[in-house]
C-alpha cells in the first residue's frame, strides 16, 4: 500500500521535546514563567516535524473532508465527503493532484485524499506574540491564517481508521501530564505497532507530543530490532529520538543490549538530541547506573558544550519527572550542570522550581546582582528567588 501523509515544508523544532516536558505550572503565571526559565521547552528532545502533525489536523481542524479528481477539472480535487466541519462558503482545496496520486485514483476508485482546513504556518505567524502553550512551554506566535492542508491519501482500511479517529476526537482533550491514559493516547499507542505505515506514521507523530512520563505507560509493539534500525534510517532523522526513546521502553530481550550499544555510540559521536533520548532510555533500560553514565558522559562531561549540556538539561528534567526514585540524583545533576554552565543557571531553575528545589537560590542571587543581565533571564531568577521566599512564608 502506498503511503502518503504530507508534511509541509516549514517546519519547526518541536517533536519529541514536547513530549518528554512535564506542563510546569497550574496556574498561568507560573506556566508562562517556568516556560521561560527553561527557554520556551515544550518538549524534552527536539526535532524537526510539521508545524502541526497529522494527528493534530484529523482531531482538531475545522473541516476535514475526502478528495477527489474534479470530473470538470482533472488536475484539482472536488470534495466526495464531509468528515467533520462545514466546507460551503470556504475556497476549493487549491492544490494540484501529484501525478502518481492522480494515476492510482484512475485505478482505484475508492481512493481519496484526507484535506483539512485549519491554522496554517505563515508570515503572518512570525510576527504575533508568542503564547504559553499546552505542554507548559511556549508554543511559538499564535497564527490566524487558516487555509486547506492535505493531510494523507489511501483507502480501504486506512480511511476507516481516518473515519474512527475523527469520530472517537469529539471526547478527546490536548495532551497533557495529568490526562493519565486518555483515551487518545490510548489509541495513537495502540497504532505504534501498524502494518500499515502512514497511520504508523501518523500514531507517531501524535505520541511525540505526550510527556515522556506519560509515554513510559505504554509498550512498544515493534520489535526492539526494528526500532533500532529506524533510529539509523535517513528517513526517519525527524522521528529518530521518539524512536530511540521507544526502544529504552521496549520489553523485547534484546532491547537492553541495543540501548546500550546505541548509547555508548551517541556518547561519543551523536548530536546533542540523539545524546539526550539515548540517555532516557539507558536509564530506562538499566536505571541508576544508566543515570549516572549519563551525567558523567554527557551533562558534565568537560568537553560538552552548552548545547549539549542543554538537551541534557531537558533529559534529567524527563527523568525527574518520569521516575520518581531516581528525582533526587537527577534534580542534583541539574543544580551541577547549572553550576558548570551559569549560562544555564535559569533554564535549571525552571526544571528545579517545579519540585520546590531551591538549592540554587544563592547563585540566582549571585547572577541577579551582576551588571548587563539579559532582562528575560532575570525575570526567571527573580521569580525563582520569589517562588522560594513564597514557600517558605
Not at 218 to 243: G, H
Request: glycine letters at 8%.
Amino acid at each position: 500500500m502506498q503511503t502518503r501523509v504530507f508534511r509541509r515544508a516549514s517546519v519547526r523544532r518541536a517533536s519529541v521535546r514536547r513530549g518528554m516536558h512535564h506542563a510546569f505550572g497550574w496556574a498561568l503565571g507560573w506556566v508562562i514563567a517556568v516556560a521561560a526559565a527553561t527557554g520556551a521547552l515544550a518538549c524534552g528532545v527536539c526535532t524537526d516535524l510539521p508545524e502541526r502533525t497529522a494527528s493534530e489536523r484529523l482531531i482538531s481542524d475545522d473541516v476535514l473532508v475526502l478528495a477527489r479528481p474534479d470530473p470538470a477539472s482533472p488536475f484539482r480535487y472536488a470534495i466526495i465527503e464531509v468528515l467533520r466541519g462545514d466546507p460551503a462558503g470556504l475556497a476549493p482545496p487549491p492544490f494540484l493532484i501529484p501525478s502518481t496520486e492522480r494515476r492510482r485514483m484512475a485505478r482505484d476508485t475508492t481512493y481519496a485524499a484526507v484535506l483539512s482546513y485549519g491554522p496554517q504556518p505563515g508570515p503572518k505567524a512570525e510576527a504575533a506574540p508568542p503564547r504559553a502553550n499546552r505542554y507548559g512551554g511556549v508554543a511559538g506566535p499564535v497564527n490566524q491564517t487558516k487555509g486547506w492542508s492535505r493531510v494523507l491519501s489511501g483507502s480501504g482500511a486506512r480511511l476507516d481508521a481516518v473515519r474512527d479517529i475523527v469520530t472517537r476526537a469529539r471526547g478527546w482533550g490536548v495532551p497533557r501530564p495529568t490526562s493519565g491514559l486518555a483515551p487518545r493516547f490510548a489509541h495513537f499507542a495502540a497504532l505504534e505497532g501498524s502494518a500499515d505505515p502512514a497511520l504508523r506514521l501518523i500514531a507517531l507523530h501524535e505520541l511525540s507530543l505526550w510527556p515522556y512520563a506519560q509515554l513510559r505507560r505504554m509498550t512498544p509493539a515493534t520489535p526492539a530490532a526494528k526500532l533500532r534500525a529506524e533510529t539509523m534510517d535517513r528517513n526517519r532523522i525527524a522521528e529518530a529520538p521518539l524512536l530511540i526513546q521507544l526502544l529504552g521502553l521496549s520489553r523485547s530481550p534484546e532491547a537492553a543490549a541495543l540501548v546500550r550499544r546505541g548509547a555508548e555510540n551517541a556518547f561519543r559521536v551523536g548530536g546533542s538530541e540523539r545524546r539526550a533520548a539515548w540517555g532516557i532510555a539507558l536509564v530506562e533500560q538499566t536505571g541508576r547506573t544508566g543515570l549516572d553514565t549519563f551525567i558523567a558522559r554527557v551533562a558534565l562531561a568537560p568537553a560538552r558544550d552548552s548545547a549539549a549540556r542543554r538537551e541534557a538539561l531537558l533529559a534529567l528534567a524527563a527523568i525527574a519527572e518520569a521516575r520518581p526514585a531516581l528525582r533526587a540524583p537527577a534534580l542534583q545533576a541539574v543544580a551541577d550542570v547549572a553550576a558548570a554552565e551559569p549560562d544555564l543557571l535559569a533554564q535549571a531553575t525552571g526544571i528545579l522550581a517545579q519540585w520546590q528545589d531551591w538549592q540554587l537560590i544563592a547563585r540566582a542571587q549571585a547572577q541577579l546582582s551582576a551588571p548587563g543581565l539579559a532582562p528575560d533571564t532575570a525575570y526567571r531568577l527573580r521569580y525563582y528567588v520569589a517562588q522560594s521566599r513564597a514557600r517558605a512564608d
